[in-house]
Every structure is written in C-alpha cells, then in structure tokens.
C-alpha cells in the first residue's frame, strides 16, 4: 500500500460502515485520482460499496464529452457511475450558480447515510483562504473548506484535504491516468483562477511550504471558529426563552439577555443563530442590527437581509421568510360542514366543537374591530392585541371569525378564540419561514 493510499484510508477510517461511498467525480485530475485509489483499496479491504455520481451542466461545449470519459474510466475500474444533467440558471454568478446545482443534484443522489467523496486538496484549500482573505471575510470564511458537513440525508467528507495537488499529479501520471481540463480554468480573469496561476506559484517559489502553511492556518481558524461557536450557543442559551406565541412556530431571541452581551458577543450570537437560516450579512450591514437593538421601545424596526428579515417585537427578535414577507389575500371561505379550511398564504384554519355555520365568514383585521368578552362587555380588537402582547407582524394575518357584522372569535388567542364560550375554538396553524436567508 503506498503513502496515498493510506493516508486516504486513515482519513476515511470513521466511515467504513457507511452504507455506501460515492465519488463525486468530474473527470479531471482530483476525482479521478481519488476514484482510482478508492478502486485500489476496495480490491484489498472490505469497503462499502463504491460509486461515482457525474454532473454535466451543459455550460460549453467541451464539457459534452465529459460524460462519456467518466464512463470509460469508470468501466474500467469496475465502479458503477450515475450521469445526472442539470439546468444552471442564469445569474450574477454563473459559477455559483452552477455549484448550487451541482450539490443540488448530489443531495437528491444521496441516501440516508451514505458518503458523497470529493476531491479538492490542499492546494485548493490555500486558494480557498487566500481567495476569502481578499474579500474581507471572516473568522468563519477563512475556516476555508470544512472537511466534513451535512449534505441531504448523508454526509459529505473532503478526503484529500492533507494531500498537495503534486501528489496527485504524480500518482496520476505513475499509473498512466487520463483526465480532463476544464478550459474554463485557464482564464485568469476569474479570480479563483488569477490566484492559482499568477499568485500562488509565485509565493511557492519564495516560501515553497506555502500552501501547506496557508491551509494550516485555515485549520487553526476553523478551531477558533469552534469556540466562537461555544460561546455563541452558551450565549444564546439565555436568549432562547419560549415565546407566548410558540404556535407560530417561527425562530425567535428574546432580546434583553442580548443586549447585556458585548456588541462582539451580540454578534457572534446571532451569526451563529442566522447560519442555521443560510446566508450571512455582510460587515457592514449589521449597522441594521444596532439599529433594529436601539430603536424606541415603542417602534417596530426591521432589519431586512437576502431572503428574510427579523422584527423586533414586544421583547422579542423574530425571523420572518418566505410566505411571511407576501401579502394575503382578503380569505373568501364558505364555512359550510367540513372542520378545516386553506387560507391562500396564510397556512390552516379549523373550527373545533360545536358552532352553527349559517351566515359565518372569515376576515383579517381592517381597524375598528371590537369583540364581547365575557364579564367585560365589547372591548376594541387593538386594545386586547395590545393586552396579549400580539407581534405586531401578526395582527394583519391573525384570522377573525364574523357572523355579519359581529365579530365572535380571534383564531389562538386565549380567551378570545371562541372557547370562552365553551362549546367550540377557533384554531389556526400559520405558514412557517420556509424560505431561509439565501
């Protein structure tokens, strides 16, 4: 067994009871080495079952011959390939556009615990953290690539990341592999491809531990990132309280044991929280979140971010995508037998118990609304919001129950949903942010 291969097998020694391994392979030199060693190994260890996946975007013309390399090459090492074709919209970024699809079609691909393999290197790590150094990011985006992360139902695990593209050339030629070039990677008008071509080779010329020493780095930020990320999850601890208003089902922070935090705490907090929703603000549009945190007691401000936004409501954060961000339609609903009814954008609403449906009908707040609520007379719908401290995000989608004219029920409050009458409730289950940050 040579160094490649027992490296390789040492970085993947926690999956060897997955229930497969598939190699992402595009056919150029990383995926193809990785997809010949593995081959290698799995004729001398008991292995899981070994598979490629290829993704053919379609972006040039050369690329149409791609397919069919991968077959052969796959043929002849015995391992079972699987072509899938995407469509890759267009956009201001072509290149991450097609890398959405790509990994889109690898999630769809994956099964429960299965691994997807891909090849990027050491090298690739470098550029990865001198490309992200340039752009001004981050403790987190200069972590550069993560071995391993959540993809789908499986996992996805870098395997080469300790290996230097050298090694892989010179393994490649020794067993007289072929592989394809990407035309596309010799234009140093794209970034990526300026620093592999016209930056990198210099500076390992001058420091010829170069890449080594720059993807050592990005090792020890990605430690550093951990505890920022331990200390963002104790912080967030206190800050995770639940909210009056759990049937919403939407994230939310109270905000007071936030703001006895640092502004670097408070921070690294909600980046911490935000990540889970997807794309990160930039530095400087977090001026949003001081503003959103400083705003009157009495104010409603929001901080609007790629996909979503977060309100600021009676003591409490509150992330909002997706149906949340549209309008809803007037409800125009015939209460006749049945129990529950769709609301367009709006999620379900049932009508629990016993009520006579003649003449019922369900409407939104339009202002000047006022309800009969037992031992205290009619009192105005603004009023009773106010007393139950209802997000104001809410009150606009809250559904109300009519018979003509006279308002019966506020759907999930309590005392006023209809069961202070005792034989029925007005129950509604709202839309969720679906839609994260990106």
Not at 93 to 112: C, D, I, K, P, V
Not at 228 to 233: H, K, N, P, S
Request: proline residues 6%.
């Amino acid at each position: 067994m040579n160094s490649l291969e027992s490296r390789l097998l040492a970085a993947l020694a926690s999956w060897r009871d997955a229930p497969a391994w598939r190699v992402a392979l595009s056919g150029g030199l990383d995926s193809t080495v990785l997809l010949h060693l593995l081959a290698r190994l799995s004729r001398q260890q008991a292995l899981p079952p070994l598979s490629a996946i290829h993704v053919h975007h379609g972006l040039q013309a050369a690329a149409d011959a791609w397919p069919e390399h991968c077959r052969q090459l796959c043929a002849a090492l015995g391992v079972p390939l699987q072509v899938e074709y995407v469509r890759v919209d267009a956009g201001a970024s072509l290149e991450r556009a097609a890398r959405e699809a790509r990994y889109a079609a690898f999630t769809r691909q994956l099964g429960a615990g299965e691994l997807l393999l891909t090849g990027q290197h050491r090298d690739d790590q470098a550029e990865t953290l001198l490309f992200r150094l340039l752009r001004g990011a981050g403790v987190r985006g200069l972590a550069g690539m993560p071995r391993q992360r959540a993809l789908g139902e499986g996992t996805l695990l870098r395997p080469l990341l300790g290996m230097a593209r050298a090694e892989l050339e010179a393994y490649a030629r020794q067993h007289g592999l072929r592989w394809v070039e990407d035309p596309s990677n010799s234009d140093t008008r794209l970034a990526r491809n300026f620093l592999r071509h016209q930056v990198l080779p210099p500076l390992a010329r001058h420091w010829p531990q170069a890449a080594a020493n720059l993807a050592r780095s990005a090792e020890h930020l990605r430690e550093a990132q951990g505890l920022l990320d331990e200390l963002a999850m104790a912080d967030l601890a206190a800050a995770a309280t639940p909210s009056a208003f759990a049937w919403l089902a939407l994230p939310s922070l109270a905000l007071q044991p936030l703001r006895q935090l640092s502004p670097a705490r408070q921070r690294n907090a909600l980046r911490h929280w935000l990540a889970a929703l997807g794309e990160l603000p930039d530095s400087d549009h977090w001026r949003g979140w001081e503003a959103l945190r400083d705003a009157a007691a009495d104010a409603a401000p929001i901080w609007r971010m790629a996909g979503g936004e977060l309100q600021r409501a009676d003591g409490r954060l509150w992330w909002l995508a997706g149906p949340w961000l549209q309008a809803v339609p007037a409800p125009e609903l015939e209460l006749a037998q049945q129990a529950s009814w769709s609301l367009p954008g709006n999620g379900q609403l049932n009508l629990q118990g016993e009520l006579a449906r003649a003449g019922l009908q369900v409407r939104y707040r339009q202002g000047g609304e006022v309800l009969q609520v037992p031992g205290r007379g009619h009192r105005d719908l603004k009023r009773l919001f106010n007393e139950q401290g209802v997000p104001a995000f809410v009150r606009s989608r809250v559904p109300l129950l009519f018979r003509g004219n006279e308002l019966l029920a506020v759907a999930n409050l309590p005392g006023l949903d209809g069961a202070q009458w005792g034989a029925w409730r007005l129950a509604w289950c709202p839309p969720t942010s679906e839609q994260g940050l990106s």
